[in-house]
T-cell receptor
């Protein structure tokens, strides 16, 4: 199993450009999450999807949109990138029946100039 | 959700036990204590979780005080590969985990 995969690994955008970060998991998990991590700080939840067909805002949703395409895939879209969105983005998934463990992807390092 | 307080940084000698404390004095009865760690630039990794009983797995032990207001993560024989940021999180379910700044553990030879 690949676990949680994220594409791309690195991306540089200019202010105002748009892009979509892709996330997929092969563990048949119900829930998926998007976090951002700024330098020297902990992770902050952007959006999550408790199950296919549902999405909810986390701590820092402004400037982002998400799509739970199917059970495997959860994408994060930046419609008009800003320098403040320069960060490392992590996707995670978990099984709702186990109150314990989120599995994280390797991250996407995004720089907005 | 209960807030947690952790020391900013700690050092530990290789081969010794690393004891990482966490205060969560406002924890409620149905909230679990989770520990994750993040090794440089990687995604966080789950370590252990507990409700009120002490827990042990292949990675670590979790000791929760009887009043549940604090806990300690114990890495019994720390290695250089255990150098990481350790996050203590209190949450009543698995959604919307709030990661604080964590404790930066440095294991020294």
């Amino acid at each position: 199993n690949a676990g949680v995969t994220q594409t791309p690994k690195f991306q540089v955008l200019k202010t105002g450009q748009s892009m979509t970060l892709q996330c997929a998991q092969d563990m048949n998990h119900n829930s998926m999450y998007w976090y951002r991590q700024d330098p020297g700080m902990g992770l902050r939840l952007i959006y999550y999807s408790a199950s296919e067909g549902t999405t909810d805002k986390g701590e820092v949703p402004n400037g982002y949109n998400v799509s739970r395409l199917n059970k495997r895939e959860f994408s994060l879209r930046l419609e008009s990138a800003a320098p403040s969105q320069t960060s490392v983005y992590f996707c995670a998934s978990s099984d709702l029946t186990r109150v314990n463990e989120q599995f994280f992807g390797p991250g996407t390092r995004l720089t907005v100039l | 959700d209960a807030k947690t307080t952790q020391p900013t940084s700690m050092d530990c000698a290789e081969g010794r036990a690393a004891n990482l404390p966490c205060n969560h004095s406002t924890i409620s009865g149905n909230e679990y204590v989770y520990w994750y760690r993040q090794i440089h630039s990687q995604g966080p990794q789950y370590i252990i979780h507990g409700l009120k009983n002490n827990e042990t797995n292949e990675m670590a032990s979790l000791i929760i005080t009887e009043d549940r207001k604090s806990s300690t993560l114990i890495l019994p024989h720390a290695t250089l590969r255990d150098t990481a940021v350790y996050y203590c999180i209190v949450k009543h379910n698995n959604n919307d985990m709030r990661f604080g700044a964590g404790t930066r553990l440095t294991v020294k030879p």
